[in-house]
């Protein structure tokens, strides 16, 4: 017979719906929640939310037990980490961004923090975003589908760890283009889109400058404003900026 502590039980939703086998104590599987560091963002923040109020309040019903239990024992494939290129471009242009706003961008005003939309030749959109400051993964790029679908993320040290098949090789090479040579990738993103990969806005609307040529935002394929928030090239930077810019490279 096993020993008590070790006995695994099934226990299922009310509706029947969602069960699952556990031998951990309801305390167990809270602390398992908050320790674990492979979710998924949108399951960490669902896991963390239920295990902090069951270590506050204890359990308060069957279907908060059942759900604790299946985020504590959650099993996912596991992460691939996959070498298509070096990602610390990436993580460079995303710093720099930040960097700019916590310094210089937008006074007074809300930070947006910074997210890039791409385009692959065939017509795949994804997206990159900074992960929040305030979590575990802070310094980390979240790949989402165009929709939002999460689909892996680039670690500290720039290798991509892919969660799901849904992410297209030539999506990963675009990626890896991009992090060799943002301004050209950039540019063929506004020329082919008609629209800043850094804010989404069409380039015709984008404002650089007092005095600025207006169009020169079409030509570069992105806005004065992104490509001194980005720190890129763009023709109506001043000397000194151009400068800069070309130092950094
Ligand atoms: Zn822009």
């Keep these: 017979m096993p020993a008590l502590d070790c006995e695994v039980v099934k226990i299922c939703t009310v509706d029947g719906r969602f069960s699952v086998e556990t031998s951990l104590t309801d305390i167990e599987a809270a602390n398992k929640c908050l320790e674990r560091t492979d979710y998924t963002p949108r399951d960490a923040e669902f896991a963390r939310s239920l295990a902090n109020k069951v270590k506050q309040d204890g359990v308060r019903s069957i279907n908060q037990k059942v759900w604790l239990h299946i985020m504590a024992l959650k099993e996912y494939t596991p992460a691939q980490t996959v070498h298509v290129g070096d990602f610390q471009g990436l993580i460079k242009l995303f710093q720099t961004a ?4 916590q310094t ?8 947006r923090s910074p997210k890039i939309t791409l385009e692959t030749p065939s017509g795949y959109v994804v997206a990159l975003k ?27 040290s720039g290798d991509l760890h892919k969660t799901s ?10 990626l890896a283009e991009f992090s060799r040579s943002p301004q050209e990738v950039a540019e063929q993103y506004g020329a082919k ?15 650089g400058d007092a005095g600025s040529q207006r169009g020169s935002s079409v030509e570069q ?6 490509a001194r928030r980005y720190g890129l090239y763009h023709t109506n930077l001043t000397g000194a900026e151009k400068i800069a810019v070309a130092n950094r490279q």
């Excluded at 889109?193 to 404002?207: I, N, P, V």
């Design 98 to 101: 930040l960097h700019y706003d």
């Design 104 to 111: 210089q961008g937008r006074q007074g005003r809300k930070a």
């Design 130 to 156: 900074t992960a929040s400051e305030l979590s575990r993964n802070a310094g980390m790029i979240y790949v989402t589908s165009g929709e939002g679908t999460y689909l892996g993320k680039i670690d500290r």
């Design 165 to 174: 098949q849904d992410l297209p090789q030539e999506a990963m090479d675009l």
């Design 193 to 207: 889109t008609g629209k800043c990969c850094f804010c989404a806005r069409h380039l015709q609307d984008e404002k």
């Design 221 to 226: 394929g992105y806005g004065l404003v992104c």
